[in-house]
């Protein structure tokens, strides 16, 4: 790729174009922005968006690099300061963006290296510029760990010295002149790496590999799958037509909408875009109904019957939202023939009038930038979208950030990688937050093998939690933390071997409330769970139906799930006083070779309304491949 590099004669900006070259891209031009002549700062500007010490020595950098160096002017201001950038002619971030369009148009280039670490500030506005002129961020930094960048960065042999302090700690008559390896103790003591450094000569010797992104030893072997092999009940002939719901508005403003779907035949002369088209228009009236827009849906399942479709259905999703869409799940499930796709989300919108308008904030984490972070999004979703203390993430696929390819070294390898991107989102969007914060977790795995895997794996991980907190206390990580749904489905975007989709809270795991029960019935064996958080502003509870009679084409369905909605009931009865959570999805996943899929339906939403009322929440089937040892369907509901 062609890239220009964004440079401020800093440290952080020549690093990253050394792992820009070290990634296999092209730096062909550099960029800087630097005060206006009659501005009267000939030097430091006040910016919230650019670092201006040492402008007058950009053209010796250009010189050393031998690159050509296009400059402009900051003529604008911080105008648009919010945490979402819209253009606005007066801002700052304008100029930058006909400096890249001039780039753009002589050079040819495809991508921007960034120096940016921690700053979304920068980022957002930077990767607006870039969307604007279809370019490719690139901020191999970001979000990198500080001690370990600066340590990285001495011992690449930048030469870099402090020409300016802006941070507690630092002594301008002691530290200014020093060369970064000089300062690294100070720095370190500091648990700071921040402020002005000058570069004076780079090399391009560090490589791209991140030793950490490959797991550093061998799993336990799994234990093996049970096989149950049974003769189905009847054949799936779920109506998709007659699936669209939705449950009441929460008192804090949640509501879930389900079935909307998109029916393609294509001989009727319909095409797959206008069959999305379709769908998405039916959720919009349904969504405008209840006083709600599409901006105000937070996460979206999006269930497709063939993968194939993927970049055709995106086409028309990504037109659907705006600058901050939801967060999503993607994954290819048994759709009934003539069925595009399935959709159902989550919305939030709350009433300024009332005090929790502050609490239920929403802020959204779309990184669009390649990094070694995480994924950059590779379609119109966000990583995550946190409403007051509840955060909402995209599901996570094993790609390799750097390079946003699927990582290779089989499924332990993936599910390590995958959940690692879990984790670096939750810490990006709540500092502190970790996988003992999750109350709800659903893993999509594409072979039954992979079952025993992902559980092990996801304890593995939980208990790696508890060394880091150092607590006794975290003794069962299963009670404390979410409740994880392992579900095998056909196929996941790019190929990949599993995807791990979870909500967390920021709360105390330790004060949790935990509820479990179990019976038997008619020849299943149903088991309920439900996790409190701690701020009793959310709920999870899943319901699992076991076959355990060797004869299942002779059960009658009809007592098992009154007695697992009944379950169902007496969990939402169980949680706290303090609890205004409602139940807002019951997503049942089932054995698709098991059941008649439109008399589960019919049942499950009987006895919803017959013990709820008008708390049922939205009814969601998804048809699966298979399900942990003897389970034959896996409900988990969201109540918020």
Same mark, same amino acid.
Request: hydrophobic share 40%.
């Given at each position: 790729?062609?890239?220009?590099?964004?440079?401020?004669?800093?440290?952080?900006?020549?690093?990253?174009?050394?792992?820009?070259?070290?990634?296999?891209?092209?730096?062909?031009?550099?960029?800087?922005?630097?005060?206006?002549?009659?501005?009267?700062?000939?030097?430091?500007?006040?910016?919230?968006?650019?670092? +201006?010490?040492?402008?007058?020595?950009?053209?010796?950098?250009?010189?050393?690099?031998?690159?050509?160096?296009?400059?402009?002017?900051?003529?604008?201001?911080?105008?648009?300061?919010?945490?979402?950038?819209? +253009?606005? *002619?007066?801002?700052?971030?304008?100029?930058?963006?006909?400096?890249?369009?001039?780039?753009?148009?002589?050079?040819?280039?495809?991508?921007?290296?960034?120096?940016?670490?921690?700053?979304?500030?920068?980022?957002? #506005?930077?990767?607006?510029?870039?969307?604007?002129?279809?370019?490719?961020?690139?901020?191999?930094?970001?979000?990198?760990?500080?001690?370990?960048?600066?340590?990285?960065?001495?011992?690449?042999?930048?030469?870099?010295?402090?020409? %300016?302090?802006?941070? =507690?700690?630092?002594?301008?008559?002691?530290?200014?002149?020093?060369?970064?390896?000089?300062?690294?103790?100070?720095?370190?003591?500091?648990?700071?790496?921040?402020?002005?450094?000058?570069?004076?000569?780079?090399?391009?010797?560090?490589? &791209?590999?991140?030793?950490?992104?490959?797991?550093?030893?061998?799993? !336990?072997?799994?234990?093996?799958?049970?096989?149950?092999?049974?003769?189905?009940?009847? /054949?799936?002939?779920?109506?998709?037509?007659?699936?669209?719901?939705?449950?009441?508005?929460?008192?804090?403003?949640?509501?879930?909408?389900?079935?909307?779907?998109?029916?393609?035949?294509?001989?009727?002369?319909?095409?797959?875009?206008?069959?999305?088209?379709?769908?998405?228009?039916?959720? #919009?009236?349904?969504? +405008?109904?209840?006083?709600?827009?599409?901006?105000?849906?937070?996460?979206?399942?999006?269930?497709? %019957?063939?993968?194939? !479709? =993927?970049?055709?259905?995106?086409?028309?999703?990504?037109?659907? =939202?705006?600058?901050?869409?939801?967060?999503?799940?993607?994954?290819?499930?048994?759709?009934?023939?003539?069925?595009?796709?399935?959709?159902?989300?989550?919305?939030?919108?709350?009433?300024?009038?009332?005090?929790?308008?502050?609490?239920?904030?929403?802020?959204?984490?779309?990184?669009?930038?390649?990094?070694? @972070?995480?994924?950059?999004?590779?379609?119109?979703?966000?990583?995550?979208?946190?409403?007051?203390?509840?955060?909402?993430?995209?599901?996570?696929?094993?790609?390799?950030?750097?390079?946003?390819?699927?990582?290779?070294?089989?499924? &332990?390898?993936? $599910?390590?990688?995958?959940?690692?991107?879990?984790?670096?989102?939750?810490?990006?969007?709540?500092?502190?937050?970790?996988?003992?914060?999750?109350?709800?977790?659903?893993?999509?795995?594409?072979?039954? %093998?992979?079952?025993?895997?992902?559980?092990?794996? @996801?304890?593995?991980?939980?208990?790696? &939690?508890?060394?880091?907190?150092?607590?006794?206390?975290?003794?069962?990580?299963?009670?404390?933390?979410?409740?994880?749904?392992?579900?095998?489905?056909?196929?996941?975007?790019?190929?990949? $071997?599993?995807? @791990?989709?979870?909500?967390?809270?920021?709360?105390?795991?330790?004060?949790?409330?935990? =509820? +479990?029960?179990?019976?038997?019935?008619?020849?299943?064996?149903?088991?309920?769970?439900?996790?409190?958080?701690?701020?009793?502003?959310?709920?999870?509870?899943?319901?699992?139906?076991?076959?355990?009679?060797?004869?299942?084409?002779?059960?009658?369905?009809?007592?098992?799930?009154?007695?697992?909605?009944?379950?169902?009931? *007496?969990?939402?009865?169980?949680?706290?006083?303090?609890?205004?959570?409602?139940?807002?999805?019951?997503?049942?996943?089932?054995?698709?070779?098991?059941?008649?899929?439109?008399?589960?339906?019919?049942?499950?939403?009987?006895?919803?309304?017959?013990?709820?009322?008008?708390?049922?929440?939205?009814?969601?089937?998804?048809?699966?491949?298979?399900?942990?040892?003897?389970?034959?369907? /896996?409900?988990?509901?969201?109540?918020?």
């Amino acid at each position: 790729m062609r890239v220009v590099a964004l440079i401020s004669g800093g440290k952080d900006s020549c690093y990253n174009m050394m792992q820009c070259v070290a990634a296999g891209h092209q730096i062909v031009a550099l960029a800087n922005l630097r005060p206006a002549e009659n501005t009267g700062q000939t030097d430091e500007l006040d910016s919230y968006m650019y670092q +201006t010490v040492g402008h007058h020595a950009i053209d010796l950098y250009a010189d050393a690099l031998d690159l050509p160096l296009y400059r402009g002017f900051i003529k604008g201001t911080s105008v648009n300061t919010g945490r979402v950038y819209t +253009t606005c *002619q007066e801002d700052e971030v304008e100029d930058l963006y006909h400096l890249m369009k001039l780039v753009k148009d002589k050079e040819g280039v495809e991508g921007v290296s960034v120096g940016a670490i921690l700053s979304d500030y920068q980022r957002v #506005r930077v990767e607006d510029v870039c969307r604007r002129l279809n370019l490719q961020p690139l901020a191999y930094l970001w979000r990198r760990k500080q001690e370990i960048l600066l340590k990285e960065i001495i011992s690449s042999n930048i030469q870099a010295i402090i020409i %300016k302090v802006a941070a =507690f700690g630092l002594d301008p008559d002691k530290h200014l002149g020093k060369t970064l390896d000089q300062m690294e103790p100070d720095l370190l003591e500091q648990g700071d790496s921040s402020g002005t450094f000058m570069v004076s000569s780079c090399s391009c010797e560090l490589s &791209c590999d991140d030793d950490d992104i490959f797991p550093s030893s061998e799993e !336990d072997e799994p234990q093996k799958n049970i096989l149950v092999l049974w003769k189905s009940l009847k /054949h799936n002939t779920l109506d998709f037509t007659k699936m669209f719901g939705s449950s009441g508005k929460s008192p804090s403003g949640y509501q879930w909408f389900s079935g909307i779907t998109a029916h393609f035949l294509p001989s009727k002369g319909k095409n797959a875009q206008e069959a999305a088209r379709e769908a998405f228009s039916s959720l #919009r009236a349904s969504m +405008t109904s209840e006083g709600l827009q599409l901006k105000d849906i937070i996460l979206v399942h999006l269930y497709m %019957k063939s993968m194939k !479709d =993927f970049n055709v259905i995106n086409s028309v999703y990504v037109t659907q =939202f705006d600058l901050c869409p939801p967060a999503r799940v993607c994954v290819e499930t048994l759709l009934p023939d003539g069925v595009l796709f399935c959709i159902d989300c989550l919305t939030h919108k709350y009433d300024i009038a009332t005090d929790d308008v502050l609490r239920d904030e929403k802020l959204v984490m779309h990184v669009q930038s390649i990094s070694h @972070w995480a994924p950059a999004s590779i379609g119109p979703y966000s990583q995550s979208i946190k409403v007051g203390d509840v955060l909402y993430c995209a599901g996570q696929i094993a790609l390799v950030p750097c390079t946003m390819q699927l990582i290779s070294g089989g499924i &332990c390898t993936e $599910a390590i990688v995958s959940l690692r991107h879990v984790e670096r989102v939750l810490e990006a969007m709540s500092q502190k937050t970790a996988l003992h914060h999750v109350i709800t977790a659903s893993c999509y795995v594409t072979d039954s %093998k992979h079952i025993p895997i992902a559980h092990s794996i @996801w304890q593995k991980k939980l208990r790696e &939690c508890k060394k880091v907190e150092d607590s006794e206390m975290y003794h069962d990580a299963t009670t404390v933390c979410g409740l994880l749904a392992v579900v095998v489905i056909s196929h996941l975007p790019r190929d990949a $071997a599993i995807e @791990w989709h979870v909500v967390a809270v920021v709360d105390d795991p330790l004060q949790r409330k935990y =509820f +479990t029960v179990k019976m038997l019935s008619e020849g299943f064996q149903i088991e309920c769970e439900s996790v409190e958080s701690s701020s009793a502003s959310c709920a999870s509870i899943s319901v699992r139906l076991s076959l355990i009679s060797p004869s299942p084409s002779q059960l009658d369905l009809d007592g098992p799930l009154h007695d697992l909605v009944a379950m169902f009931r *007496q969990a939402v009865e169980k949680l706290s006083e303090d609890c205004t959570a409602s139940p807002l999805s019951f997503r049942a996943f089932f054995k698709e070779d098991v059941f008649d899929a439109e008399t589960l339906q019919t049942g499950l939403q009987e006895y919803l309304e017959k013990y709820l009322g008008k708390k049922t929440p939205a009814l969601i089937l998804v048809p699966v491949v298979d399900l942990p040892g003897k389970e034959v369907i /896996h409900i988990t509901c969201w109540l918020s």
